[in-house]
């Protein structure tokens, strides 16, 4: 098993940025992707970004070209970094590790809060 501590989120003004992080308990060379989903009030978890360990991304139209996702394989931390941040970027923000095709984990949450 694998457990993930998200740290990063905090309050901020529309237009600025945060750096998410999300250290794992174990090699991300034994996990076959890191992601970062979001859920708002209300509404349900959404895929914001991923990184295979093949180095693959993908990000959710709505974060493309603000919301870069990275990792730091020596201190097992998958980043994201969020620029040109918008009030609707508000919700709690989870980090998932895919150990297998079928079996996941995921992190506590941070909550991100973005005035207008």
């Known amino acids: 098993q694998v457990q993930l501590v998200e740290s990063g989120g905090g309050l901020v003004e529309a237009g600025g940025s945060l750096r998410l992080s999300c250290v794992a308990s174990r090699s991300l060379f034994s996990i076959n992707a890191m992601g970062w989903y979001r859920q708002a009030p209300g509404k349900q978890r959404e895929l914001v970004a991923t990184?295979?360990?093949?180095?693959?991304?993908n990000y959710a139209d709505s974060v493309k070209g603000r919301f870069t996702i990275s990792r730091d394989n020596a201190k097992n931390t998958v980043y994201l970094q969020m620029n040109s941040l918008k009030p609707e970027d508000t919700a709690v923000y989870y980090c998932k590790a895919d150990l297998t095709s079928i079996r996941f984990v995921w992190g506590q949450g941070t909550q991100v809060t973005v005035s207008s």
């Open positions: 990184l295979t360990n093949g180095g693959r991304t």
